[in-house]
């Protein structure tokens, strides 16, 4: 049998098994992921995962198993963007300096909260093939982005995925509400 031992692997079965631990196992068994994985690989298996979660599952049954996969929010980050939250008299300051100093999103102030603007795809089983993949696989970062704004504001914010790069979008925009 093919192992299962990719990072991304594990960490979905796991997130899988707490909604349906029989359908997490035939996963796991029909599309096994290695460490070893190249990018072709780990492509096919995300979106394998994608069909296999929307045959099956509700959208919130699949949010939720999705969110549940996220790359952990460093807890360094989110030191530094409390920081600069702390020096800010509002949303619109804290999105500038926050943009001064971080490179690898931006920040707006929107109606009601933050918008997150990733202006590519940083995601290691998907970013390097221009095929695109279901929205569903974009998920994981509204988990990510919760962690994260969870570590700042002391308190876990709803966040709302708005547009994804591999789903046919500009950019990657993710919507905190504070």
Known sequence: MAKNDNAHALKFFHSLSELDGGAAEEFAREHPLSKSADYKKKFAWAKAQ????????????????????????GAA???????????????????RIFNEREKYV???????????????????????????????????????????MSQVLGREPQVELLETIKSGGERCIVKVYI
């Open 106 to 148: 931006t920040l707006e102030a929107a109606d009601g909260g933050l918008l997150f603007v990733y202006p590519e795809c940083y995601c290691a089983c998907v970013k390097r093939t221009p095929e695109p993949i279901s929205r569903t696989w974009c998920l994981c970062t509204l988990g990510h982005i919760r962690g994260l």
């Open 50 to 73: 994608c069909e296999f979660l929307e045959e099956r599952f509700s959208p919130e049954e699949i949010g939720e198993v999705r969110a549940r996969c996220h790359c952990e929010a």
């Open 77 to 95: 980050m989110a030191k530094r963007m409390r920081g600069y939250l702390e020096k800010s008299e509002g949303l619109s300051e804290f999105a």
